[in-house]
């Protein structure tokens, strides 16, 4: 590999690939010698299990042009936006990442930068302040706030969701001082949540409802997806589904306590009081998330902290990933392992050399993949973090 050969990154779940991903993906190429996949393990940000394992992802973005795929652990993966960009971007780069790419509803890069420096800014924070707490979410008041620094429509970038994640991006590479440049291009497909109909690339929580109905995804998903997808499924480990973990997510909230809900990451303002009332009464996961839900709390808020309970998170865990784990690589990725200046663990062997606080970490993630095994229409059996190879392409 050339000494100074460009390394592009993309951040992302894959959850599935769909045609704005291959769209991606592919210009990050273009724009990089290299590029380097942050995958999102096996739960994501959504609080829920990822709809193909890992390492069937892992496949998919190597097919899509991804030289390197590192795994973004699951104490970054199952969190909300800003700890979740700061992982992600951390992990990039450690690897030499020069140019980090996303798309966005908002493809202007500078402007995701100004908006990233205005939320760090002592003015914003002042604003922030200035605003009375009546009981309401915190990203309308952080959008009011922003609003009394740039202008209201200026501070309207907040509400898409794509944009948002840029902008929680840009502020990592901000705040830790990176020698990255943010690359925003145009989100393509259908709009979040959005099924999409043949010819356009629907959004993946689309695939991800119409796969967990038992619909057809043909011609709605890349040709590798629909592969990958079938492939799963006659291993029985597609499409994986919270509604199989229901009730074992019950029982360990329902065995917690008001102290053990105030150690999860992102519990605040006696959050924990109101969980613990919830999970007494809940009967089921939803009617958890509706009991515990106030103006203050989002859902999404409310499906990560379920699953951080049930996979064992805590608020005593590093703040950025201690370790780079390959999921993936072609010769060209391997290369970039020579620089990175975090431990690489390729093998189960690596981890011995790792620092405790990074063992726990894989301890984990290992954990969260056996209980991922329970989420799969056939169980699946433990121990594969410690067996799976990495995957090689070229």
Not at 34 to 41: D, E, R
Not at 154 to 174: D, F, Q, R, T, W
Not at 362 to 376: I, N, T
Request: hydrophobic share 45%; glycine share 12%.
């Amino acid at each position: 590999m050339p000494e100074k050969m460009t390394v592009s990154a993309v951040i992302c779940e894959l959850n599935p690939l769909h045609g704005g991903h291959m769209s991606l993906l592919g210009q990050a190429r273009e724009k990089g010698g290299a590029l380097v996949c942050v995958l999102s393990g096996h739960f994501v940000q959504r609080g829920e299990p990822a709809i193909l394992d890992k390492w069937a992802r892992t496949r998919l973005a190597l097919e899509a042009g991804a030289d390197l795929v590192a795994e973004l652990p699951l104490p970054w993966s199952c969190a909300g936006a800003e700890r979740f960009a700061r992982g992600g971007v951390a992990l990039a780069a450690s690897l030499g990442t020069g140019r980090l790419v996303f798309g966005s509803e908002y493809p202007d890069s500078g402007r995701l930068l100004e908006t990233a420096k205005a939320l760090l800014s002592p003015g914003f924070s002042a604003a922030l302040a200035s605003l009375p707490e009546d009981g309401g979410l915190f990203a309308r008041r952080r959008q009011e706030a922003l609003g009394q620094v740039v202008g209201p429509e200026a501070a309207s970038i907040l509400e898409k969701p794509n944009a948002l994640l840029g902008v929680e991006y840009c502020k990592a590479v901000l705040s830790m001082g990176l020698p990255m440049k943010p690359v925003a291009l145009p989100r393509l497909g259908a709009g979040h949540d959005q099924p999409g109909v043949p010819g356009e690339a629907p959004s993946a929580s689309g695939l991800r409802k119409m796969l967990l109905a038992g619909e057809g995804v043909a011609g709605l998903a890349p040709p590798c997806t629909l592969r990958a997808i079938e492939k799963e499924k006659e291993a029985g480990r597609c499409p994986a589904s919270l509604s199989h973990l229901g009730r074992a997510v019950l029982a360990r909230l329902r065995g917690m306590g008001p102290g053990d809900f105030a150690r999860l990451p992102d519990v605040s303002e006696g959050l924990e009081n109101r969980l613990y009332k919830a999970a007494r009464q809940a009967r089921s996961l939803e009617e958890f998330y509706s009991l515990a839900k106030s103006k203050r709390v989002a859902h999404a808020r409310l499906r990560r902290l379920a699953m951080a309970a049930f996979l064992g998170l805590h608020d005593q865990l590093p703040p950025l990933p201690p370790y780079a784990r390959v999921l993936g690589m072609t010769p060209v990725g391997a290369g970039l392992l020579k620089a990175c200046r975090l431990p690489v663990v390729l093998r189960a062997g690596d981890l011995p050399r790792l620092p405790a606080q990074a063992q726990e970490v894989f301890r984990l993630e290992a954990w969260a993949g056996d209980l991922y095994g329970l989420c799969c229409p056939e169980v699946q059996p433990c121990g594969r973090d410690f067996t799976q190879g990495v995957i090689k392409k070229g």
